[in-house]
């Protein structure tokens, strides 16, 4: 349920009655943070109300990765769905056409074929195969803001194919060769969405994928009902723009030392407002972006 401005204000002044927050000391940037937590809860709700539009055929130009998502998990076929969101985290897409564009183009094999989690699974080399083959139209696919610092070059140490490769292999020794059973392995024991969510944080040992990876991968697999995780706290350590964020808001500086300080005093915040931690993780990074100190990414 999304916590409307007025709320957020009333539950904001009660903490700072208690707390003093040097980056809030402007009304002007209490509103503009309140107003990113708004929009970062809408971004939430448009995921869990599963408002997509698109289709889920990956030869159309139509084609929505998070539509053919739940399309493969509703029919039973959850490995392909864990895949495809796996696809999604690693080309970063942020709703960017071009990187939308960069997971059909990818997903479709330049639509000549599909490279689903069965094919992948049973010979991740022929990724890397195929890559070489097509190495003149690799140009074609986009890394989002979120990997742009990622390769697409069939036989680097961190491009694509080594990444898809480590993927394969943790699905292998988790879940027997099954992408979602790999996951459930973790979330099945575990008491509770948070602790499931934690587990998997520590466990997801994948080739390039640091802090923001896996805390985009778990929250859009936990959004869409994939499995049953949620974050219980932004994460800020490893971050870049969340942490900044938090670092700002409670020092004032442009940049310094994630203390302890900071992080209990985000969680007090997030706590003391009722927001969900991965709303308050965005809210900070695009907060920090408006206050003058960009970081090169979320």
Known sequence: MLIRSEKLT??????????????????RERMRFIEKLVESQRKCQAFRHRMFLGGTDPLSDKFHPFRCILSNFENGDFDEAVWLGFLCVHF?????P?????IRRFYSRFDQGLWNWKNVARNPLSVRDWMR?????????????HRK????????????PAVIESF???????????????????????ASPEVAFENLFRALDIHRFGRTARF?????????????????HPYLRGATGPKDGAILLVTGKKGGK???????????LQAALGVPAECMEDALCNWQKKAGFLSRTC
């Open 98 to 102: 071009k990187t939308r564009e960069t």
């Open 149 to 160: 610092y990622e390769s697409n070059k069939p036989d680097s140490d961190v491009g694509t």
């Open 92 to 96: 970063g897409w942020d709703g960017n």
């Open 133 to 145: 083959e097509n190495s003149r139209r690799l140009s074609e696919l986009k890394f989002g803001n």
């Open 216 to 232: 985009d991968f778990l929250c859009l697999l936990g959004d869409l009902g994939i499995l049953a995780v949620a974050p219980a």
């Open 258 to 268: 994630l203390t302890t300080e900071v992080v209990d005093i985000v969680r007090d």
């Open 168 to 190: 394969v292999r943790w699905a292998a020794v988790h879940g027997n060769g099954s992408a979602y059973k790999a996951f459930q392995s973790f979330v099945q024991p575990s």
């Open 10 to 27: 009333v539950r904001l002044g009660r903490f700072l009655a208690e707390h003093t927050i040097v980056g809030f000391r402007t009304s």
